[in-house]
């Protein structure tokens, strides 16, 4: 074994499973985000002392 | 415990370990042993980094910080999403193309070889600290549990983790990490649907929800912007991101996870996966912290919740007003929970104000027993910063919960943290044998020779993590501990991989003297000011960036100068 793996490989960049494009997955997931946010600042206001 | 508690726990670990032990067959060569030969699934992926991720500790310590002081710890975990996004689009695809086994490997063919020794000992250095505060969290809970000694305890889970990790490598380590997840999420739910049953009659989900809320129990989300404050939605938005982006995207204890992956895709899914999973696995553990919270509202806590050292203050001359005085507020504060719920379900807003208001006061008299009776345990056992915050949701397993549940609840936590130490203990050997072993010390060997080293290394790994946790114990809320340790760190490990990524003309010195400038700065940051450790990152990123494109165009002016002269 030498120092180094063999030589860098031209990994394909396969799309994702669903919406199409990568670029799609991370809008998605970055909405989820807001919401998920939304709903907790929902859920301390309703519920502070 | 009893014999049904210990056939659920011996049973659920032997078949989680027998059952990864089994699916690692075939790891005979180092790119199979470290990197599963790239072979791994993207729910395999997105399971073990969760699992490595969430500790012992996340278990014991994350349900106690929300009796304490309340969901808003879950704001830590707000920028995990925003850096799994750009950690996808950005480093995944970098590492998997450069076909490297750490990511430390990338720095060297990107700058030079000091800079790759320099971040490689800064994450041995860091993730050396942090295992051991891994390993410390199970042996406390042996140690309420069965009354073993805390180092014994250490020892025997540190010996069970050090064995499959040796003997089945990663591949051993992720179809642990599924199972173990799975065990989790089971217990999780378990022992949130028994804190809630276990409510006395008459008290419905709703009233306790409503009671979580008027303690403050359920502040996740705070909008005022304070450096200080260590949880609002901004430090851990912007913290946050920066920690999880150093975290996933230069520690080797997880970057060798999405490395095993089949392909950038499937590394991709097993990230993504995690980023909308973990803020509502987060929220599930603090809130069953808070129905424990709830549920020692009608039942009286204990003074102090780790009982071996309460025992060591009982005889002193103030212990029993100390014990009277948290009685009679435990009391006090009943009583007002009582009538806030009546208020709340006649919908009598005047009286749910006023019971509201009685609770608080009582809640401050509660606090201020507590706080009389940690200065006796203080005194008594002649240390100071007394803390059992890690001991609240043990105490509610192990007394409350029925037969079972008690030995599945022990279950996950045993199981999270081996899935956790096995992680960082063959990342901890990854870096030794590929970025110091073989590129400092014996350059050219057999595959065989490195895989013998690999197992070496993991086994040595094992035994530091065995000897540094015993002095972890003693760290307070552990949680806590391990974040703080890796935001020392981990703002100068990001501002490289920035650099590498996004300044292409910056060069290796120049990015060599940036990481320490960029060190230099957190640490002063820490010992020299009242700034939030989640800001730690942010700022080492930010200065190693600056001092490293300064330096790098200076360097370059200084080159083109003496070109020019000769």
Known sequence: MTESRPPASEAPDDPPPFLGSWRRVYTAVFFYLVAVIAALYVFTRALRP | ?566
């Open chain 2, 1 to 566: 415990m009893t014999p049904l508690d210990w056939i659920v726990l011996f049973g659920t670990l032997a078949a989680i370990v027998s059952y990864g032990l089994y699916r690692s067959r075939g790891s005979n060569t180092v790119d199979r042993y470290l990197l599963a030969g790239k072979t791994m699934p993207w729910y395999a992926m997105a399971l073990s980094i969760m699992a490595t991720q969430a500790s012992a500790i996340t278990f014991i310590s994350t349900t106690g910080q929300a009796y304490v002081d309340g969901m808003r710890f879950v704001q830590f975990y707000f920028g995990l999403p925003l850096a799994m996004i750009i950690i996808s689009a950005t480093a995944v695809p970098i590492f998997h193309r450069a076909n490297v086994y750490t990511a430390y490997e990338y720095l060297e063919k990107r700058f030079d070889s000091k800079t790759r020794a320099l971040v490689s000992a800064i994450f041995l250095i860091q993730r050396g600290l942090s295992v051991g505060v891994a390993l410390a969290a199970p042996a406390i809970v042996m140690s309420v549990i069965l009354g073993w000694p805390a180092r014994l305890t250490t020892i025997v889970v540190g010996c069970v983790v050090v064995t499959y990790t040796v003997l089945g490598g990663i591949k051993a380590i992720t179809w642990t990490d599924v199972q173990q997840m799975g065990i989790v999420f089971l217990g999780l739910l378990a022992a949130l649907v028994t804190a809630v049953w276990l409510l006395p009659r008459g008290v419905s989900f709703f009233d306790a929800v409503s009671l979580a809320g008027v303690a403050g129990r359920l502040n996740a989300v705070d909008l005022h912007f304070d450096l200080k404050n260590r949880y609002n939605i901004w430090s851990g938005l912007i913290g946050g991101t920066f920690l999880f982006l150093s975290y996933f995207g230069t520690d080797q204890s997880q970057v060798q996870r999405y490395l095993t992956g089949k392909s950038i895709a499937q590394s991709r899914l097993g990230l993504l996966f995690n980023a909308v999973a973990k803020v509502p696995m987060q929220c599930l553990i603090l809130f069953t912290g808070a129905m424990v919270f709830v549920f020692f509202i009608y039942e009286r806590p204990p003074l102090v919740f780790q009982q071996i050292e309460l025992q060591k203050a009982r005889s002193d001359a103030g212990y029993p007003q100390v014990e009277s005085h948290f009685q009679s507020a435990f009391e006090h504060r009943r009583e007002a929970a009582t009538r806030f719920s009546e208020a709340r379900r006649a919908g009598d807003s005047a009286l749910r104000a006023q019971s509201a208001a009685e609770y608080h006061a009582a809640q401050k008299e509660l606090d201020a027993a507590r706080t009389d009776a940690a200065r006796l345990v203080e005194k008594a056992s002649g240390t100071s910063g007394f803390n059992d915050t890690n001991y609240i949701f043990l105490t509610f397993v192990t007394r409350y919960l029925p037969a079972g549940i008690v030995g599945l609840v022990i279950a996950v936590i045993l199981s999270a943290a081996m899935s956790s130490i096995s992680g960082e203990v063959n990342s901890l050997a990854t870096v030794s044998v590929i970025d110091v072993y073989r590129r400092h010390v014996r350059r050219q060997a057999t595959d065989r020779h490195y895989l013998w080293a690999s197992r070496v290394a993991t086994a040595f790994w094992g035994c530091y993590a065995v000897v540094f946790a015993d002095y972890a114990r003693n760290l307070g809320s552990l949680i806590e501990a391990v974040n703080i340790v890796g935001s020392l760190f981990y703002g100068g490990m990001l501002g490289v991989f920035v650099l590498a990524f996004l300044f292409p003309r910056v060069r290796g010195t120049a990015a060599f003297w940036g990481v320490l400038a960029g060190e230099a700065s957190i640490f002063y940051a820490h010992f020299r000011t009242d700034i939030s450790f989640l800001w730690y990152n942010v700022v080492g990123c930010v200065v190693v960036v600056i001092v490293g494109w300064l330096l790098s165009a200076a360097i370059r002016t200084r080159a083109q100068g003496l070109a020019a002269e000769s």
